[in-house]
């Protein structure tokens, strides 16, 4: 069976700095893996996507997410955070025979002014 | 594209009452999730359909819970009776199914809140 975990429930960052929100994953097979961000109040949104390729993924507001096979990790990166990345982000699995999505915990990320 | 739709944005009812949350799909897509979050468990699939056919039912949490989807653009989550557990925010989420790489798309979420 497939899973997802998001080692940190909480990830405080200053504005400017670098930040990192952590996933690692098991799953058979190659898998699809995804980031979403959810802000107060609102459905997730979709931030960026691996499914083949360069390891490096680059997606939505600057976020870009590396996947490293060995280790079985998704890691969401952004080279300088702002105060309006300050949300809910989830990592997701989805074998590559199926649809069924499997979500992370989710990581609340509080960028600090 | 006005995206994926739920009714209601707040739903407040007493234990025992029937809730029925309501769902519009992204147009063109054939496969629907339903959610539920909540802080304890995080977020479950409970249902998901592909072609208005139910596909995989195993999070449904008990008989309380019943799915449908009658035509490609709606569907319905019934809760008959609810329970106080039962308050959460209930997410519909849709894709597209021709290729197995591409994304849900979330609605904005019902809160329920069974008093």
């Known amino acids: 069976a497939q899973s997802v975990a998001q080692p940190e429930d909480q990830v405080n960052v200053a504005e400017g700095n670098p930040l990192t929100v952590k996933c690692t994953y098991s799953v058979s097979g190659n898998p699809y893996l995804f980031w979403y961000v959810q802000y107060p109040n609102r459905g997730l949104q979709f931030l960026l996507k691996?499914?083949?390729?360069?390891?490096l993924v680059k997606g939505s507001y600057g976020f870009e997410a590396e996947f490293n096979k060995s280790q079985t990790s998704f890691h969401l990166k952004k080279p300088s955070a702002l105060v309006s990345d300050s949300a809910l982000y989830f990592c997701a699995v989805r074998p590559p025979w199926g649809q069924n999505f499997v979500f992370g915990p989710g990581t609340r990320l509080s960028v600090l002014p | 594209d006005a995206g994926v739709i739920q009714s209601p944005r707040h739903e407040v009812t007493e234990m025992g009452q029937e809730v029925t949350l309501r769902c519009k799909p992204i147009s063109g897509h054939d496969y629907l999730f339903w959610y539920r979050q909540t802080m304890m468990r995080g977020l479950e699939l409970l249902i998901y359909f592909n072609n208005n056919v139910p596909i995989d039912d195993s999070g449904m949490p008990e008989d309380r819970f019943s799915a449908k989807m009658p035509n490609a653009s709606f569907s319905t989550l019934k809760i008959q009776p609810s329970e106080p557990r039962d308050s959460a925010v209930y997410f519909c989420?849709?894709?597209?199914?021709?290729?197995?790489?591409?994304?849900?798309?979330f609605g904005p979420g019902t809160r329920l809140t069974v008093l």
């Open positions: 691996y499914i083949t390729g360069d390891n």
């Open positions: 989420a849709s894709t597209a199914g021709t290729g197995f790489y591409n994304e849900q798309f």
